[in-house]
């Protein structure tokens, strides 16, 4: 069956004025039209594909037409629903019936707007999470309402404009399944193996992107609503910490509902409901968790780790906060490293220690469970205080060098050995090390009566004793300015000087942490600093 029929042709002869034709030409017009559509319509459909649609539409045929040279059809439009008639008494023929336009109406209608042109500008979305109030946002309104489907309607210049409502993300029924089961294993299954599987699959998966937004809600959730189950704290901080080690997935975003919970788990005043619970553990694992965000995304966020630390540093300096509270904070600036510790704790450590003796003696706190929270705090200050010190002695391992010279001492006197022992001349002079001062006055423990005592006098501050400290004197000013002549010999000065600041305040530090831990600080000690002490 042919897809022109004869009637076709002979009705558009007629229309030309050609009525008598035979039915071989007929014939032979009819499939030549039909080969010519065919091949049209195959281009047209070749359009479509390259458009990525699945609907044919007119200008895909008239793509097609340009292609084969042949002039479009104009009048016609994609939007525009063309109707057919049946033509009367032909079963097969049908007509487009259009509508007669008067000329008149046609020259005096107003013109249409000119088209926009294409063009490309940029905006910005937001600016540190708050949305800009410019005409290319979407209004408030909009993002207040619920999203109903409704549109609304702004009007500038007398034009409607219909805006759509922002559209909710809604992940795959097979990520949905996913994110119901490991809702499940969190809340109710948390010590199975099942779990421990499940934190592998959000530590490793790369196809978790979409449900990011919904495990932070979740977590944010469950932590608000059950301070007082530890089972469901842990899994929620395990599960925090397997979203962070994925590497596949953008969390950065969504930072600002994490930190929260995370922070809550750390500082907050009471976690668990029962006396048993270790609580202890959650928060040196929350600390932990903070620790490792404030390096990862600290340099994409400026401001994350100053807040954090901020907040600490409130919680650790009140009075008012419980004991577990000033032990989560404690443990918080310890884990973000030996220099948090060194310039926010140490300093507060003596009026801090002389509030805390209170609670660790039997003496002035008969409730067993808060001496028990006092000496767990004392831990964290001994912890933190003593992996600043550990810090400070790896980075400066001359602070507690043994002597460079053979040292016996015999009846408090001191006596040494130079071997191939010569005078002294002026080119000598400029080749041998810094002078040198040994301290050999004390014992093991002991303390100078006034810590700064040493220090201003050129010894370390650190413990006196049998062992001998070496350490390099401070040029003077005057003198290094003089002799220095600038040039190289000016910046050996300027690094001698910034090495012996740094001697001293370690010493400083030794001093004062050996004076509020005693000997506790040996265990922190290296063990070539050690022995030094032996």
């Known amino acids: ?24 030409v007929t014939d032979e017009l009819a499939s030549d039209v039909e080969y010519h559509l065919q091949e049209i319509m195959q281009e047209a459909i070749k359009c479509m594909r390259h458009s990525k649609r699945t609907a044919l539409t007119v200008d895909d045929v008239d793509s097609a ?22 033509a009367a008494g032909h079963n097969g023929l049908f007509y487009i019936d259009e509508k007669d336009v008067e000329f008149k109406e046609v020259i005096d209608a107003p013109l249409p707007r000119a088209p926009l042109d294409t063009s490309v500008s940029a905006h910005w979305l937001a600016i540190e999470g708050v949305q800009p109030a410019i005409p290319e946002n979407p209004p408030f309104e909009a993002l207040t309402m619920a999203s ?19 559209i909710k993300s809604v992940p795959s029924r097979e990520l949905q399944l996913y ?68 590497p596949h ?30 609580h202890w553990e959650l928060r040196n694992m929350s600390a932990s968790l903070v620790a490792s965000i ?34 989560g904070a404690i443990k918080g600036l310890a884990a973000l490293g030996p220099s948090v510790v060194r310039l926010l704790i140490i300093p507060n450590l003596e009026p801090y220690l002389q509030l805390l003796s209170s609670e660790l003696l039997l003496e002035n706190q008969r409730n067993e469970i808060k001496r028990l929270e006092a000496w767990r705090v004392y831990g964290a200050l001994l912890s933190a205080a003593g992996l600043c010190m550990y810090n400070r002695l790896k980075m400066l391992p001359k602070l507690l060098a043994p002597p460079t010279r053979a040292v016996w001492k015999t009846n408090r006197k001191v006596k040494m050995v130079m071997p ?64 220095a002549g600038g040039g190289p010999a000016l910046k050996t000065s300027n690094a001698l000087a910034q090495a012996w600041k740094e001697d001293v305040n370690a010493g400083h530090l030794l001093a004062s942490l050996f004076e509020y831990f005693g000997e506790s600080m040996f265990c922190f000690t290296p063990k070539p600093e050690l022995s030094f002490f032996l």
Do not use: W
Not at 4 to 24: M, R, Y
Not at 148 to 166: A, M, T
Not at 306 to 313: D, E, F, G, N
């Open 148 to 166: 109903d489907g409704k549109r609304y309607e702004n009007r500038e210049d007398g034009i409607s404009i219909d805006i759509k409502l922002p």
């Open 1 to 24: 069956m042919r897809l022109v029929p004869k009637e076709s042709i002979e009705v558009l002869a007629q229309t030309i004025g050609v009525s008598n034709l035979s039915p071989d």
């Open 249 to 278: 997935v953008h969390i950065e975003p969504y930072l600002h509902q994490l930190m929260p919970s995370i922070i809550t788990c750390l500082v907050t005043k009471r976690l668990g409901n029962r006396l048993t619970d270790n």
């Open 294 to 327: 404030c390096k990862r995304y600290g340099h994409v966020y400026h401001n994350l780790q100053p807040r954090v630390i901020r907040t600490l540093v409130h919680a650790f300096l009140d009075p008012k906060k419980s004991l577990p509270q000033h032990y």
């Open 179 to 246: 994110f119901d089961k490991i809702r499940e294993l969190t809340v109710s299954k948390s010590d199975s193996v099942l779990f421990n599987q499940a934190l592998v699959s959000l530590a490793t998966d790369s196809g978790l992107h979409p449900l990011i937004p919904y495990f932070t809600q979740f977590i944010a959730d469950e932590v608000t609503r059950n301070l007082s189950k530890i089972s469901l704290l842990f899994a929620l901080v395990r599960v925090a910490g397997s979203l962070l080690q994925n």
């Open 65 to 86: 037409l340009k292609l084969r040279n042949v002039e479009p059809i104009y009048g016609f439009a994609s939007s525009d629903a063309p109707r057919f008639k049946r």
């Open 420 to 483: 191939n022992k010569r005078r002294a001349s002026s080119d000598n002079l400029m080749q041998q090390p810094p002078l040198k001062r040994i301290a050999t006055e004390g014992m093991i423990g002991g303390m100078p009566p006034n810590p700064m005592q040493g220090v201003a006098s050129g010894f370390s501050g650190a413990v006196g004793g049998p062992g001998v400290a070496v350490l390099r004197q401070l040029p003077s000013e005057g003198t290094s300015g003089r002799d």
